[in-house]
Every structure is written in structure tokens, then in C-alpha cells.
């Protein structure tokens, strides 16, 4: 056998006494979860991972709120998440099959006739097609055993539909909706008198009988030109001040003087008016019991966490994983 010489010899004890150093940082271990451990690089991949998804969905200041957020509850979201695998095991729960059917949906609402085809298309996303599907899977056991030990244990009665619905008319009354025309003149690179003089040969045209509808396409300046002035429907509230309380005023086919909002001119026709209703029991049926599922729903899952904590074995052990 060859000999190692002693500076060798020490030179490579250095080297694996590095090694195991370097080895140890990278899997500290964040949180003991029962018989499992949330490590500090699986920490900082799925803090990457939802850090990328959420640039992708906003920017500046609302980046910066909702990355705070979800920094604070990332290592409670991933123990959550664990405890939930640990007992769709425990169930024996194979979810395989049922994935295998999202993926052909997902194909299929694409136009992606092959799994390779599907692996360019991830791959263009930055997506690795077997995290995705690892990803899949846990979302989907996840979900089952959530059905299996909160939602699918939920039950409406008639009467507490029926009671809602009495309860809160507010939430199922439509406000009144207007449907509306204009004709926009903008201030920009004019003087006071070219606005007030094209102002004046508009209002001289309506008084001569021409539609608003017609001239909108001749002389505004503004949203709907292309469209003969139409602007679309807009429910109460959802005016400016200004326009909704001059158009509150008008009867179908009436128009406002000339209303002078965020330095621009408007002349409004009011198109058609709905009135604000009250929607019957059978129509918001649905809503309410959508909305009283999604309570309960949230109520028993917080319960069941809660108690799935308690039982089991929990131990954080770097608070904020991202500190030095």
C-alpha cells in the first residue's frame, strides 16, 4: 500500500473536516417534525420557490407587504404541510391515479399532446417536470386528507340557509346600475375659449336634433369614441361623485350639462337604468351556501390543525431560518 505522508495526511484531514463542516451548514436541521426534519436547504428551496411566485404576481411596496408575510408564515406553512403528509401516510392514501388525471386535464386545456411536450412547456417556465409532479401529489394528498377529516364532514341544514339569507339582505341586494353614453373634451393643448367654443358647437348640434351618439364619434376625446360615446354599465358606486350625482338625477334618455371632472369635460346620456333589487331566496341560495361551506370549512380545518399540533412532536429549532 502506497504511504501518505504526514503533511498529506494532515492535508487531508483539513479537507474532510471542511467538508463535513460545509455539509453540516447546508443541512442544519431547521424544525423536527415527529419522525421527520425540515432541513435548511429544503427551507431556502421552497423560500425561493414562493418568493419567485409572488414577484410574478406583484411588485414594489405590495411585493415588499406580501413577502414580509409570507416570510413570517413560511416555516409554519412547511410543519403544517409535513404534519398533513405524515397522516395521509399513516391513512395509506394514494393519490397516483388521481394525478395522473390532472395532468391529462392540464394537457388537454393546453393543446400539450405528450408528456414531453408538457416537460418543454414546464421547462420554459423553469419548472423540473418531476418536482412538479412531486408537488402535484403532495398538494393532492394534502387535500385528501383534509376532505377526509373536515370538509367531508360538513352539513348544511335548510334552516340556517334560509336564516342567513334573512339575516344579511344586505350581501344579496343588487344596487342600482346605469348604463351610460358620453361625449369627452380634454383640456390638453388648448386655450380656455377653444374648449368653451367646441363645447358650444356640440350643445348647438343637440339642440338641432343630432344624436349624442353621433357626435360622441365626431368630438370626444375620451373613453367610448370608438363606440359612439358608449361607456358601458357601472353599478352605484363605482362613478366618480361628481358624474354619479349628476346622472342620479336623470330619466332614461336624459342627458347632464357639461360636468367638469379631473380638469376634463364630460356630457353624459343615461342609456338605460336598473333599479337596485333585492335577489330572491332561490337565486342566492347557492352564494349562501358557498359561503357558509367555505366558513365552516375554514373553522374545522383550523380546529383539526390545531389538534394535529398538539398530538404530535414539534420542535423548532432555528426560529428564522434566514438569520446568520
Known sequence: MRKISVVSFFILIISCALFLSWQEIVEEIVAIVNDDVITLSEYKREHDRMSQLLRAQVSGEEFDRQYER???????TMITNMLLLQEAEKKGFDVKEQVRLQIEN???ENSINSDEELRRALQQQGLVYEEWIKAMEER????NVIFAEVRGNIVLDDSEIVNYYKLHPEEFTEPM????RAIYISPEGKSEEEVEAKKREIDEKMQAGEELADLAGQYSEGPGKESQGDLGSFKQGQLEKTL???VEKLKVGEMTSWLNVRNGWFLLQLDEK????LKSF??????????????????????????LEEKSFIKILKPNPLDR
Not at 409570507?70 to 409554519?76: F, I, R, S, V
Not at 336598473?274 to 333589487?277: A, G, N, Y
Open 106 to 108: 392540464i394537457k388537454k
Open 274 to 277: 336598473k333599479e337596485s333589487r
Open 282 to 307: 332561490e337565486e342566492a341560495r347557492k352564494e349562501i351556501e358557498e359561503k357558509l361551506f367555505n366558513q365552516k370549512s375554514q373553522k374545522g380545518l383550523e380546529k383539526y390543525l390545531k389538534e
Open 244 to 246: 354619479e350625482q349628476a
Open 177 to 180: 346600475e346605469y348604463k351610460l
Open 70 to 76: 409570507m416570510k413570517k408564515e413560511l416555516l409554519n
Open 140 to 143: 393532492s394528498l394534502r387535500d
